[in-house]
């Protein structure tokens, strides 16, 4: 039983120092010439142009669920006016950035983890390095970089849709006023909320990003590899996005 637990705690320290090792490489190479840029934009549309129907559905529904429980709760103090400013500062600070990098990372990390590790089982990363190509320069770098720019964006974008959706519910069906509703959220979300929210979004990008590469490099096992590789990465990236956000909160919260 020993023995079993000390081949799980082994096979996760080298996950560990695997991912350190392949994110340390992407980013060292994304600093060495020519950079390919076309698969960079490629990449960009695929994680943010065609995340954007999830994003938003996700973000709106968000919002919208949010007026609606705290009007819940306010309404018994006949602090109603309020629930401007605790959704606008909930989705900037919270669940903007954790629900869009959730929403990425079931969509777009496991469609990486897929192609790579298609990839990987059929040879082809075998035969870049034989024709002298590095993989990680070659297909993790572009990745990397598409979503270090794409997760901020779209985390910008859910913060809009979810402050709308909040406003939707508060103003047409709770009957608070639009001047007053619009007025406080400007008074209560200050630029410290957007930038925090904005900053984790990077680190999740690159936890999606390189969780997905590390999973497709190291598939094997066929067509059922495969699905067991993307099933690992979105259930990896899900963990490691959470406890992320459990670390930056405390880190925004005691030290900034």
């Not at 529904?61 to 949010?66: A, K, S, Y």
């Not at 309404?75 to 006016?81: G, K, N, T």
């Not at 979503?147 to 959706?165: C, E, K, N, Q, R």
Request: overall charge positive.
């Amino acid at each position: 039983m020993i023995k079993k637990y000390w081949h799980k705690v082994l096979l996760f320290i080298g996950s560990v120092g695997g991912l350190t090792f392949l994110c340390y490489r992407a980013i060292y190479w994304a600093f060495i010439p020519p950079l390919r840029k076309k698969e960079i934009v490629d990449q960009m549309s695929k994680i943010g142009v065609m995340s954007l129907p999830i994003v938003s559905l996700t973000a709106m529904f968000t919002g919208m669920v949010l007026a609606l429980q705290s009007v819940y709760s306010l309404r018994q103090f006949q602090a109603q006016m309020y629930v401007s400013g605790l959704v606008a500062v909930s989705m900037a600070r919270e669940l903007g950035p954790v629900l869009t990098a959730l929403a990425v990372a079931g969509r777009v990390g496991a469609s990486i983890t897929a192609e790579l590790g298609t990839m990987k089982v059929t040879e082809q990363i075998d035969a870049l390095q034989t024709l002298a190509t590095n993989p990680t320069k070659y297909l993790v770098t572009p990745r990397l970089l598409a979503g270090l720019i794409m997760l901020p964006v779209l985390t910008l974008y859910a913060d809009i849709v979810g402050m709308a959706g909040g406003y939707i519910v508060s103003v047409m069906k709770l009957g608070i006023n639009s001047r007053m509703y619009i007025n406080m959220t400007w008074d209560t979300l200050i630029f410290k909320d957007v930038y925090t929210g904005l900053i984790k979004s990077v680190f999740f990008g690159i936890i999606i990003t390189i969780v997905g590469c590390y999973q497709g490099f190291n598939t094997s096992g066929g067509a059922e590899g495969v699905g067991r590789a993307t099933t690992t990465s979105v259930v990896t990236s899900f963990i490691m996005i959470i406890a992320a956000d459990c670390l930056f909160t405390a880190l925004f919260y005691f030290v900034f």
